[in-house]
């Protein structure tokens, strides 16, 4: 069972959550707030130190195996439960409840708006911009412009919390492949919001005709075109 929080602690925890200069990336939720970069989180015991600081990308020592172990980028694993804890939040509160996203902007939205956005933010990973290039693939020319690779999109096994650029293994089929669903969701969305036109000459048998027909070709096509 998901415990509901009241408003005001739901609406402290995305205001932080949902700051660019902390956890909000323009790739979804970095796992560390960004301020750490300049503000590390440091404990000592006896002659040894200890400290959490920003790391978005590769981990910056072998304490842990080399990798960042969780200390800034951004992992499908985190940001897919935040996305469906925020989508059953909103079946509680409703249309009335409304938060700034992202925070500072003026932007109000509701809760589900919210999940739709991350999830717009982490599909964005995975697609390819106005050149070709998928922020998955880094600055790597091979995937935007050989034609045997370009279409090849795989799937990092955490990313990095600026750039988008994978990390880590790059078929990490298990977790990240929760892509697809975000990235369904964000294609269902968009197709619900497609208005049938209504000229002067049809009748309401031909409108919800023409929607049950949308509908249909929605259910039948693949779950994601990447």
């Known amino acids: 069972m998901l415990a509901i929080p009241s408003r005001d602690r739901l609406r402290r925890a995305l205001r932080y959550m949902l700051d660019e200069n902390e956890f909000l990336s323009p790739y979804g939720l970095r796992s560390v707030s960004r301020t750490h970069g300049e503000t590390p989180y440091v404990f000592r015991a006896g002659n040894e130190e200890y400290r959490v600081d920003y790391v978005p990308g590769e981990g910056n020592s072998y304490l842990f195996g080399g990798n960042s172990n969780w200390r800034g980028p951004i992992w499908f694993p985190i940001n897919f439960l935040i996305v469906e804890a925020l ?4 079946l509680f509160y409703g249309d009335s409840f409304k938060v700034e996203c992202p925070t500072g902007s003026g932007n109000m939205i509701t809760l589900q708006q919210v999940a739709r956005e991350l999830a717009r ?5 995975f697609l390819p911009n106005e050149d070709g290039t998928r922020p998955c693939h880094g600055d790597s020319a091979k995937y935007a ?18 750039t988008g650029r994978g990390c880590g293994a790059s078929h990490q089929t298990g977790w990240t492949a929760l892509a697809v669903k975000l990235l369904e969701n964000t294609i269902e969305h968009t197709a619900q919001s497609i208005q049938v036109p209504r000229d002067a000459n049809s009748d309401a048998s031909t409108v ?12 039948s096509r693949p779950a994601v075109a990447l």
């Open 121 to 125: 933010r982490l599909g964005s990973i």
């Open 87 to 90: 989508e059953r939040y909103h």
């Open 208 to 219: 919800r005709g023409a929607t049950g027909a949308k509908r249909r070709r929605s259910a």
């Open 145 to 162: 412009n050989d034609p045997h690779w370009r279409d090849l999109v795989l799937f990092y096994e955490y990313f990095h919390g600026e």
